[in-house]
């Protein structure tokens, strides 16, 4: 259903049936035919030929008739990014969520659309369910912190209750004295198998898209992450299409060492994020933090929920489904958000007692 403020470009676009008050203004003739049918059946939609218009549009409105959403097609010119830059520039319209869609996968267009700070940028084929769930959590998410028109700066900060934090401090500290001599027999074989340096430190995204330092002794040989591109097809979570999958687990990955596949197998390569728990990163329990990538494809849709609770050394996927082959991509993603939303001491606790015996992995991943 159209809002009586909003002309529809076609009529038999026009629906009565919409389930959502959420009104978009919508500007896209390569995927007019694909999309309009089912977005109309789901919100307000106003649709117009081309930037012009839509900014012919914008003007003969008010405060009360503005649009919630705008979903926009990349041109071939890319004035698009001149209207967005417009809307960012006005104080009215500043807050409109802005989603864009494009037939051509190039990274100049991801990085402009980065730059411009829009919601979201969908490549053909555009899923069109993806797509009506995504408007929505964004005008949801918009309403609960208006602030935030741009999901990749996520203005959150959690903090961990003094009881959990001194908790920390005291298990890891313990542990890491405790563990000292084998911290240094782990790291002498290491280095005497492989060149390289013996930790491996990555960018991790942990509480509130925050960005750190992650420690793990080396399991792999030296350069491996500049192999990961070519081993899609070993990744656990994969599904149908290994190109869209979020999380990436390898099975039986090529780039582990003789000694690292015995560390993986005890997860004795993840004792050096004691260090992180230490200084504060993240806690012994939490939702496990995730490189960059794997983050960054995580802000396009609901699933941002497991980034509002504590980063954790272990958590609820770690000792309920860890290393089973059978584990889906989504499952792990509602056990990230379970945690997230339900996180206690005595939860935690739980699952603490559980690690150990999860620790040991029985398939290669």
């Known amino acids: 259903m159209f809002s009586k403020n909003m002309r529809p470009l076609e009529t038999k676009y026009t629906m009565q049936n919409s389930q959502h008050s959420i009104a978009i203004l919508f500007s896209s003739p390569t995927f007019e035919s694909d999309l309009l049918p089912q977005l109309c059946s789901n919100f307000a939609v106003h649709a117009e030929s081309n930037v012009s218009s839509l900014e012919s549009y914008l003007k003969e409105q008010s405060?009360?008739?503005?649009?919630?959403?705008?979903?926009?097609e990349v041109d071939d010119e890319l004035r698009c990014f001149d209207f967005v830059r417009m809307l960012k520039g006005n104080a009215l319209l500043k807050g409109l969520v802005i989603i864009l869609?494009?037939?051509d996968k190039k990274d100049g267009i991801r990085k402009l659309a980065m730059e411009h700070k829009v919601n979201d940028l969908y490549v053909y084929p555009i899923p069109v369910k993806d797509l009506c769930e995504r408007v929505i959590f964004l005008v949801k998410f918009k309403l609960i912190k208006p602030q935030l028109a741009d999901l990749s700066k996520i203005d959150y900060s959690y903090k961990i209750p003094v009881f959990k934090r001194v908790f920390d401090i005291a298990v890891s500290g313990s542990a890491l004295l405790i563990l000292s001599p084998l911290f240094l027999v782990v790291a002498?074989?290491?280095?005497?198998?492989?060149?390289g340096p013996v930790i491996f430190k990555s960018k991790r995204v942990g509480t509130g898209y925050r960005v750190f330092n992650f420690y793990k002794f080396?399991?792999?040989?030296?350069?491996?992450?500049d192999e990961l591109k070519d081993l899609g097809d070993l990744n656990q979570y994969k599904g149908e299409d290994a190109s869209k999958s979020v999380f990436v687990k390898l099975k039986n990955d090529p780039r582990i060492t003789k000694f690292g596949e015995f560390i993986r197998t005890y997860s004795i390569d993840?004792?050096?994020?004691?260090?992180?728990?230490?200084?504060?990163?993240?806690?012994?329990?939490g939702n496990r933090p995730l490189p960059l990538y794997e983050a960054e494809m995580l802000t396009s849709n609901e699933w941002t929920m497991r980034f509002l609770g504590p980063a954790g050394l272990t958590?609820?996927?770690?000792?309920?489904?860890?290393?089973?082959?059978d584990?889906?991509?989504?499952?792990?993603?509602?056990?990230?958000?379970?945690?997230?939303?339900?996180?206690?001491?005595?939860?935690?606790?739980?699952?603490?007692?559980?690690?150990?015996?999860?620790a040991v992995q029985k398939e290669k991943v």
């Open 188 to 195: 002498a074989v290491i280095a005497i198998e492989s060149k």
């Open 327 to 358: 584990m889906s991509e989504r499952e792990r993603k509602r056990l990230d958000n379970f945690y997230a939303q339900n996180h206690s001491f005595w939860l935690d606790l739980k699952i603490l007692m559980k690690t150990l015996p999860a």
């Open 101 to 103: 869609l494009t037939k």
């Open 315 to 325: 958590g609820l996927w770690q000792v309920s489904r860890r290393g089973k082959a």
């Open 270 to 285: 993840e004792l050096p994020q004691l260090f992180n728990v230490l200084k504060g990163d993240m806690s012994l329990v």
């Open 218 to 225: 080396r399991s792999m040989r030296f350069g491996a992450s």
């Open 63 to 72: 405060l009360f008739s503005l649009p919630d959403v705008i979903l926009l």
